[in-house]
């Protein structure tokens, strides 16, 4: 007992060095995954606070950028308006507007931090559980898809960017094709790779890429981006797909997270649909 | 005495980390070039300070810097290695006398050469730890090791820059 004492006493400084870096690497392997909320990341309320006043302050020199984007897309929301529609067909046709109803709404937001640099990137944004935030919602922007919403504090979220390994979305190629996921290289921000892909489906450069149906975090047909280049490399079945995302995650101030108002049903049965099999 | 230099330590982390997250983290230099600077802060601790001491604090000083950048550990895990090597680096650059002082390791009391080999070090390692832990794979061997060596270039200049900076007095004779 001595001896094994006098030994840590000896080595103090080494057993330390492990007991620090276990600690860390703990925080590390944790990061990544899905889990409950822990104090040590930007959506706690000391840090949350300390980049919304930098982001204050950075705002207000992109006002006219941020504006500008703001009214492209209220034009565009205006074209789809029922006013600006006409009938063109003969034939009568009845809208039942009363068997719509909604399934996804929508909560403004401001980025309050935002990095492109690492390989797992984040956002904050300066809405939290106060506001009907909670974790896996689906965050877009004006332009497209943004990320997935990962820790949620009372006013403050962090939300997984598109630009990070850990996520996948589910894209429609052309409106049409159900087909592979989307990743993140870890290359360029601007860039996104398109996996999985079989190589005997017609696919061809400039196709659009939006969300797919088949995803319950985000609505169907919100923009990702447009395929820039692709092939398919000797010897295998997939093609390589470069897509060009529409987000521009170094100048992203504005964003909106979707809450699926039918989500909570959805998972409900399909945990129980699971449950079930195993 | 002590309180002085704590203080002053908080002080200069707090001026660290505001100048990390605030103004080199939003330049975008490039997705290879992400130079950090934090480690500057377990250069510049006191040659006599306890190796102990000097862990700890470079733990609880990477802790906030991921909690500032949602780095979830990593920070901590690459400054505590950095920490870990200076225990045996700085000894290196000091007379004995010197290491049992309460010498600051700076640009100045090193000289302008021991000082570019000291932080270039401690740099690298830092980055090198950092970056693979970004990477989470050795798959880009070379790609993550340019990133690496940029990042530590491109950090060891604002070091030195931040040095000249920060202390006016005049080189010693080492």
Same mark, same amino acid.
Request: proline share 4%; net charge negative.
């Given at each position: 007992?001595r001896?094994l004492?006098?030994?840590?006493?000896?080595?103090?400084?080494?057993?330390?060095?492990?007991?620090?870096?276990t600690?860390?690497f703990?925080?590390?392997?944790?990061? @990544?995954?899905?889990?409950?909320?822990?104090?040590?990341?930007t959506?706690?309320?000391?840090?949350?606070?300390?980049?919304?006043?930098?982001?204050?302050?950075?705002?207000y020199?992109?006002?006219?950028g941020?504006?500008?984007?703001?009214?492209?897309?209220n034009a565009?929301?205006?074209g789809?308006?029922?006013?600006?529609? #006409?009938?063109?067909?003969?034939a009568?046709?009845?809208?039942?507007? !009363?068997s719509?109803?909604?399934?996804? /709404?929508?909560?403004?937001?401001?980025?309050?931090?935002? /990095?492109v @640099?690492?390989?797992?990137?984040f956002? /904050?944004?300066?809405i939290?559980s106060?506001?009907?935030?909670h974790?896996e919602?689906?965050v877009?922007? !004006?332009?497209?898809?943004?990320?997935?919403v990962?820790?949620v504090?009372?006013?403050?979220?962090?939300?997984?960017?598109?630009l990070?390994?850990?996520?996948?979305?589910a894209?429609?190629?052309?409106?049409?094709?159900?087909q592979?996921?989307?990743?993140?290289?870890?290359? !360029?921000?601007?860039?996104?790779?398109?996996?999985?892909?079989?190589? #005997?489906?017609?696919?061809?450069?400039?196709?659009?890429?939006?969300? !797919?149906?088949l995803s319950?975090?985000f609505?169907e @047909?919100i923009p990702?981006?447009?395929?820039?280049?692709?092939?398919?490399?000797?010897?295998?079945?997939?093609?390589k797909i470069?897509?060009?995302?529409?987000? @521009?995650?170094?100048?992203?101030?504005?964003?909106?997270?979707?809450?699926?108002?039918?989500?909570?049903e959805?998972?409900?049965?399909?945990?129980s649909?699971?449950?079930?099999?195993? | 005495?002590?309180?002085?230099?704590?203080?002053?330590?908080?002080?200069?982390?707090?001026?660290?980390?505001l100048?990390?997250?605030?103004?080199?983290?939003?330049?975008?230099?490039?997705r290879f070039?992400?130079?950090?600077l934090y480690?500057?802060?377990?250069?510049?601790?006191?040659?006599?300070?306890?190796?102990?001491?000097l862990?700890?604090?470079s733990?609880v000083?990477?802790?906030?810097?991921?909690?500032f950048?949602?780095?979830g550990?990593?920070h $901590?895990?690459?400054?505590?290695? $950095?920490?870990?090597v200076?225990?045996?680096?700085l000894?290196?650059?000091?007379?004995?006398?010197?290491?049992?002082?309460?010498?600051?390791p700076?640009?100045?009391?090193?000289?302008?050469r021991?000082?570019?080999?000291?932080?270039?070090?401690?740099?690298?390692?830092?980055?090198?730890?950092?970056?693979?832990?970004?990477?989470?794979t050795?798959?880009?061997?070379?790609?993550s090791?340019?990133?690496?060596?940029?990042?530590?270039?491109?950090?060891?200049?604002?070091?030195?820059?931040?040095?000249?900076l920060?202390?006016?007095?005049?080189?010693?004779?080492?």
């Amino acid at each position: 007992m001595r001896n094994l004492l006098l030994f840590i006493a000896r080595f103090h400084l080494f057993f330390i060095f492990v007991l620090l870096q276990t600690v860390s690497f703990s925080l590390y392997i944790r990061q @990544n995954h899905f889990q409950k909320a822990i104090f040590f990341n930007t959506s706690n309320q000391i840090t949350g606070s300390f980049y919304q006043g930098v982001s204050d302050v950075e705002e207000y020199f992109a006002l006219r950028g941020i504006n500008d984007k703001l009214q492209e897309e209220n034009a565009r929301l205006r074209g789809i308006l029922k006013e600006s529609e #006409y009938i063109d067909t003969a034939a009568f046709t009845l809208k039942q507007d !009363s068997s719509l109803r909604q399934k996804y /709404t929508y909560i403004p937001a401001d980025v309050v931090r935002n /990095t492109v @640099n690492l390989k797992n990137n984040f956002l /904050t944004l300066n809405i939290g559980s106060n506001h009907g935030v909670h974790e896996e919602m689906g965050v877009i922007s !004006s332009k497209g898809v943004v990320g997935i919403v990962h820790k949620v504090s009372p006013n403050f979220c962090t939300v997984i960017s598109l630009l990070n390994s850990n996520i996948r979305i589910a894209p429609k190629i052309d409106s049409v094709l159900n087909q592979g996921s989307l990743v993140w290289d870890g290359r !360029s921000p601007q860039y996104a790779i398109l996996e999985d892909v079989n190589a #005997y489906f017609r696919i061809k450069e400039n196709m659009e890429v939006v969300t !797919s149906n088949l995803s319950s975090v985000f609505p169907e @047909n919100i923009p990702i981006g447009v395929i820039e280049e692709l092939y398919v490399p000797s010897g295998e079945d997939f093609f390589k797909i470069k897509v060009k995302l529409h987000t @521009n995650f170094d100048n992203l101030h504005k964003v909106y997270v979707v809450e699926n108002l039918l989500k909570p049903e959805q998972d409900l049965l399909e945990q129980s649909t699971s449950g079930g099999n195993n | 005495m002590v309180i002085t230099s704590i203080l002053r330590y908080l002080l200069f982390f707090a001026g660290l980390l505001l100048l990390q997250v605030v103004v080199i983290d939003p330049i975008d230099l490039g997705r290879f070039i992400t130079p950090i600077l934090y480690v500057l802060l377990v250069m510049v601790l006191p040659a006599n300070i306890k190796p102990w001491a000097l862990l700890i604090i470079s733990f609880v000083a990477g802790i906030i810097a991921d909690t500032f950048s949602d780095t979830g550990g990593m920070h $901590a895990f690459s400054l505590v290695c $950095a920490a870990y090597v200076r225990n045996y680096l700085l000894p290196v650059f000091l007379s004995k006398d010197d290491a049992e002082k309460p010498l600051e390791p700076t640009l100045f009391s090193l000289g302008y050469r021991m000082f570019f080999f000291y932080a270039a070090s401690l740099t690298f390692v830092y980055h090198l730890v950092f970056t693979f832990l970004d990477e989470a794979t050795l798959s880009n061997f070379f790609s993550s090791m340019g990133t690496v060596l940029v990042s530590t270039l491109v950090a060891v200049i604002l070091i030195f820059l931040l040095q000249l900076l920060l202390y006016r007095t005049k080189p010693q004779e080492a």
